[in-house]
């Protein structure tokens, strides 16, 4: 590199345009020379990206736009600060956004130290259902002088006492009380048959005062001065006793029982707690005289999330009590998480201990190692017979908990997003829509793409309804806010009554309920809603407008918010989809049969990828005598109304007569293509769906093109394989690819492209001089001969990084790529010994489906073998295969080295292969890595995990 190119660079920077600095890229193309040489001298010099070169122009901007309209749509900042000619994506502004409210990166971190000392976030739910509450809790300590008198109310087991714990705490943290100032609590209900005695308990009383009373003695009030009472169902407090309370709570001056002549002064914090409707049995004087009432939500008002975090929560107490690891099983844990819980958390929470207790016993007299909640009729008899988990579409895994360590919040994203409701329609709208404006496309012309895109996005999500299990609104009640779903409800019925022939989608019903929800936030949140198509549905669907109107006024009057017409418009084609016809009946079938799980996978990808339902798949396990598969098939090909027949794709020589039994037997037409690839299986299905062609037709066709195929080409390839990410411009959407792709595909070089670029196909062809090509990920197809198409629109999801992860697997090596992830590299880690670390590594993956629990045993058997110490610090604990349901790898750089083996090695950098049988050889690059010392020493020293993740890439390029 020489200096005269380091010159000319400072020299471009110096000079660029300061509103829209030059990228890195826009750089290299200058100059003639790679990205990646312009970022390593931008960093020598040590410049920063043309991202922070821009933030302080942006912001400034920003803020002067904003001091005239503070609540301006981000849509309208765009606009505005084109105007003053700084080009921005929408996703740059939200981030900037974002920045402001949550701070920089280093502000964030003080954030999580703040969030450490604050109490509060020990809290399940603290930044949740709670988050009200807990304002109003530290409210009522900070109020001065002596805070607010508090009333929490909620029913049983909501966490009341656990709650006013919690406030006591913060008031010492708060300096407000000192650290040793009294916490006195009482439970009324305790002497709720003998009022008299609570009383006096609570305020002390003179000799003589009642019988019994034989000497003076010093009530619970007094033992509280300078600290907190809390005195739980407080309703029980007779009227007098509410009296003496008040006055305390008015002047802090109260009296004994009996006493007549001495008036007591304290100075209490006080906390009330009731389930019961304080209307009616609390005194009006006394309820007027607590200005402050904490209202805690119900088990079942809390999100599943929290619900999921709390038996999370509960399970590691009980490891950290018994002091042995406990594992439970996935349907257990399901069961756990939809069942109604009349009293709440405490209920909750006891049934897991009643649950513990039972399998301890268990674990006792079967010699077992650890506490194993494997599903058994019995329990789930006992416990769950209420729930009905089928209903649901949430996948639970087996969950381990080590005694003693913190249940990282890690383990439990996993589940989090299998709660995920489908993506709405605003963002992927707005982002196209300025992406389009950004390319100069004409308004008619934007219009017309995004219509398309709307429809296109309707069809995706009558398959996705399809393959849903939710069925019906009931179902969301978990999910998304309950009059949204009453006033659905509502509205059907009355689509119904004025017409009762009409036909209506429940499916799609689910999604108009997800979208009102949006709506909702949107509007409330001032953010805009943008609907480029209003004229064109207003004209198109009238009768869907008319009706959409109706329900947003409904919407309008229980939400107190005004609905713009633009809502309307997406309301009516949601209302247009509800009435659509369902899809119609398949003249071919097609079925897909092989070993392993291959079918199912390749015949998912399919059905997402083409939005179509009908194509079968049959996974047969390897062992299995194809004669019972030849029957299986038989009895579901008479269960099949395929008029035209039936095309199946076998994996292997013994099934290809399958469609010579079927059609012997049952008389259908059949036709069979052996050594099944899902691109062919792709073209069959497109075929049959779209086309009229018959049976014969599409087979010739997949003969002939089968080795050919130009959609897919998948070779082996010992260049380094590559991924474009396209969008119209290469910069905006292209990058948010790019982004979610890096996380993904470890050490796959990730480019992205503009499709307004003249050269794009040259510079294509040029990329493969170099790389292997493997797809597009992109918002529009560029249709390339020889090159896969994956379409990105706002999401990446799990079926499109199926067929990613199958190109890469069938690019010879690939899966390497995809094995590496950044949620499973623990950077930072501490842990006392070897057995610490596997058993965090190994719980972390079991946690996340990816292994069966007894691999962590093996990977502890292995190592009492023989140390897996490697070199240069790096330990390589591993397991067997059979017990690997995921190939993957876990990575965890620890803080400090610890004695790996006998021989005195230490590691620092433990990697921990989870793979399969035939993935093994997918993970020799990375031990090629491995071996290299100063590699090693940079993954040792990396602060974080896109730093981590970010050396392995650049090693495999
Ligand atoms: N947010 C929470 N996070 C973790 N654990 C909680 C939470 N809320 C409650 N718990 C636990 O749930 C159990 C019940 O809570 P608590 O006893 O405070 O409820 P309560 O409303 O006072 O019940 P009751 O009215 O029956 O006395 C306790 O063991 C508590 O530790």
């Known amino acids: 590199m020489t200096d005269n190119l380091r010159d000319k660079l400072a020299a471009m920077i110096n000079t660029e345009n300061k509103k829209n600095p030059l990228t890195d890229e826009q750089l290299a193309e200058q100059l003639d020379v790679l990205r990646e040489t312009v970022t390593g001298i931008r960093k020598e010099l040590d410049i920063p990206n043309s991202r922070t070169r821009k933030k302080e122009i942006v912001k400034a901007a920003v803020s002067k736009i904003k001091e005239k309209d503070p609540d301006i749509s981000i849509g309208n900042l765009v606009s505005g600060l084109e105007k003053e000619g700084i080009c921005i994506s929408r996703t740059y502004i939200n981030d900037l956004m974002n920045e402001e409210k949550n701070g920089s990166v280093e502000e964030q971190d003080n954030s999580e130290k703040k969030k450490e000392n604050d109490i509060f976030s020990k809290l399940i739910g603290y930044n949740g259902s709670l988050l009200k509450n807990i304002k109003q809790g530290q409210a009522a300590i900070l109020y001065p002088p002596f805070g607010l008198p508090t009333l929490i109310i909620g029913e049983s087991g909501t966490g009341k006492t656990l709650f006013a714990e919690y406030m006591y705490k913060y008031a010492?943290?708060?300096?407000?009380?000192?650290?040793?100032?009294?916490?006195?609590?009482?439970?009324?209900?305790?002497?709720?048959?003998?009022?008299?005695?609570?009383?006096?308990?609570?305020?002390?009383?003179?000799?003589?005062?009642?019988?019994?009373?034989?000497?003076?003695?010093?009530?619970?009030?007094?033992?509280?001065?300078?600290?907190?009472?809390?005195?739980?169902?407080?309703?029980?407090?007779?009227?007098?006793?509410?009296?003496?309370?008040?006055?305390?709570?008015?002047?802090?001056?109260?009296?004994?029982?009996?006493?007549?002549?001495?008036?007591?002064?304290?100075?209490?914090?006080?906390?009330?707690?009731?389930?019961?409707?304080?209307?009616?049995?609390?005194?009006?004087?006394?309820?007027?005289?607590?200005?402050?009432?904490?209202?805690?939500?119900?088990?079942?008002?809390?999100?599943?999330?929290?619900?999921?975090?709390?038996?999370?929560?509960?399970?590691?107490?009980?490891?950290?009590?018994?002091?042995?690891?406990?594992?439970?099983?996935?349907?257990?844990?399901?069961?756990?998480?939809?069942?109604?819980?009349?009293?709440?958390?405490?209920q909750l929470k006891s049934e897991i201990q009643v649950t513990c207790a039972n399998a301890y016993v268990d674990k006792i007299n079967n010699k077992r190692e650890e506490i194993y909640i494997g599903f058994n009729e019995i329990l789930y008899q006992k416990f769950f017979y209420d729930i009905d988990t089928q209903k649901n579409n949430m996948r639970f895994n087996d969950a381990l908990f080590i005694p003693n360590s913190d249940e990282a919040e890690d383990s439990l994203l996993m589940v989090k997003n299998q709660y995920s409701l489908p993506e709405d329609i605003y963002e992927t709208i707005e982002n196209k829509y300025y992406e389009l404006k950004n390319a100069s496309i004409s308004a008619d012309k934007t219009e017309e793409i995004i219509w398309n895109f709307l429809l296109s996005y309707f069809d995706k999500i009558r398959l996705d309804a399809q393959n849903r299990n939710i069925s019906s609104l009931d179902e969301l009640k978990y999910l998304l806010d309950g009059s949204i779903i009453q006033l659905l409800k509502e509205f059907v019925t009355l689509m119904r009554a004025d017409r009762p022939e009409r036909q209506i989608n429940e499916k799609v019903l689910i999604y108009l309920a997800i979208h009102l929800e949006e709506a909702v936030k949107r509007i409330k949140f001032k953010q805009e809603i943008m609907n480029p198509n209003l004229l064109y549905i207003k004209a198109n669907f009238a009768d869907e407008f008319k009706l959409a109107g109706q329900l947003a006024q409904k919407l309008s009057e229980k939400k107190k918010i005004e609905i713009p017409e633009g809502e309307i418009g997406f309301i009516a084609i949601y209302i247009h989809e509800l009435m659509k016809p369902p899809a119609k009946k398949n003249r071919i079938a097609i079925i897909t049969i092989s070993h392993g799980k291959v079918a199912t996978e390749m015949v998912s990808v399919v059905k997402k990828m083409l939005s179509v339902d009908f194509p079968i798949a049959i996974d047969m396990p390897l062992d299995i005598n194809p004669v019972k598969i030849f029957e299986q098939v038989v009895e579901l090909a008479k269960s099949l109304s395929a008029e035209e027949g039936i095309l199946f794709f076998v994996d292997m020589g013994s099934l290809v007569s399958i469609g010579e039994i079927v059609h012997s037997r049952t008389g259908m037409q059949t036709r069979t293509i052996d050594r099944v690839d899902l691109?062919?299986?792709?073209?069959?299905?497109?075929?049959?769906?779209?086309?009229?062609?018959?049976?014969?037709?599409?087979?010739?066709?997949?003969?002939?093109?089968?080795?050919?195929?130009?959609?897919?080409?998948?070779?082996?390839?010992?260049?380094?394989?590559?991924?474009?990410?396209?969008?119209?411009?290469?910069?905006?959407?292209?990058?948010?690819?790019?982004?979610?792709?890096?996380?993904?595909?470890?050490?796959?070089?990730?480019?992205?492209?503009?499709?307004?670029?003249?050269?794009?196909?040259?510079?294509?062809?040029?990329?493969?001089?170099?790389?292997?090509?493997?797809?597009?990920?992109?918002?529009?197809?560029?249709?390339?001969?020889?090159?896969?198409?994956?379409?990105?629109?706002?999401?990446?999801?799990?079926?499109?990084?199926?067929?990613?992860?199958?190109?890469?697997?069938?690019?010879?090596?690939?899966?390497?790529?995809?094995?590496?992830?950044?949620?499973?590299?623990?950077?930072?880690?501490?842990?006392?010994?070897?057995?610490?670390?596997?058993?965090?590594?190994?719980?972390?993956?079991?946690?996340e489906g990816f292994v069966k629990f007894e691999y962590i045993n093996s990977v502890l058997g292995r190592e009492d073998m023989n140390s897996t110490y490697f070199r240069n610090c790096v330990a390589l604990p591993h397991g067997l295969p059979s017990f690997v349901n995921k190939s993957v790898i876990i990575f965890a750089r620890l803080k400090k080295a610890i004695p790996w083996d006998k021989n005195g090695n230490e590691a620092q950098l433990i990697c921990m292969p989870a793979v399969k049988s035939e993935d093994v050889a997918a993970i020799n690059n990375l031990f090629k890595i491995l071996k290299q010392k100063e590699k090693v020493e940079k993954l040792i020293s990396a602060q974080q995990q896109t730093e981590f993740v970010e050396i392995i890439r650049s090693a495999y390029e």
């Not at 005194?283 to 088990?299: D, S």
């Not at 082996?716 to 979610?740: E, F």
């Open 172 to 346: 010492v943290k708060q300096k407000v009380l000192k650290n040793d100032a009294p916490f006195i609590l009482l439970n009324c209900a305790d002497y709720s048959d003998n009022p008299q005695l609570l009383v006096s308990i609570l305020y002390g009383y003179q000799k003589g005062a009642f019988t019994g009373a034989d000497k003076d003695t010093e009530g619970l009030v007094e033992k509280a001065d300078n600290g907190m009472l809390f005195l739980d169902e407080i309703h029980r407090l007779p009227p007098k006793g509410q009296e003496m309370l008040f006055s305390i709570l008015d002047r802090g001056k109260f009296r004994r029982l009996g006493d007549i002549n001495t008036e007591r002064t304290v100075h209490i914090y006080f906390i009330g707690a009731t389930t019961e409707n304080i209307e009616s049995s609390l005194l009006l004087t006394f309820r007027r005289r607590i200005p402050m009432l904490i209202e805690l939500p119900r088990l079942e008002d809390r999100s599943l999330n929290e619900k999921v975090k709390l038996i999370h929560g509960f399970f590691q107490q009980e490891a950290n009590r018994t002091n042995y690891k406990i594992l439970v099983n996935a349907k257990i844990m399901e069961a756990f998480a939809f069942k109604k819980y009349s009293g709440n958390i405490g």
């Open 679 to 847: 691109v062919s299986v792709l073209e069959a299905v497109r075929k049959a769906d779209a086309s009229d062609e018959s049976l014969d037709n599409i087979y010739y066709d997949i003969i002939n093109s089968k080795h050919n195929y130009s959609l897919v080409t998948v070779e082996n390839s010992d260049k380094p394989p590559a991924l474009i990410c396209m969008c119209l411009t290469g910069h905006g959407v292209a990058l948010k690819i790019k982004d979610i792709l890096i996380k993904y595909y470890v050490g796959v070089k990730i480019i992205p492209l503009s499709i307004m670029d003249d050269n794009v196909k040259a510079k294509i062809d040029n990329l493969r001089q170099q790389y292997n090509l493997l797809a597009i990920v992109g918002t529009i197809n560029p249709k390339i001969e020889g090159l896969n198409f994956i379409p990105y629109d706002n999401n990446f999801t799990k079926d499109k990084r199926m067929f990613l992860d199958y190109l890469l697997k069938e690019n010879g090596g690939g899966i390497a790529h995809t094995m590496i992830r950044e949620e499973l590299v623990l950077v930072g880690l501490e842990c006392a010994d070897k057995k610490e670390v596997i058993e965090t590594m190994g719980k972390l993956l079991c946690n």
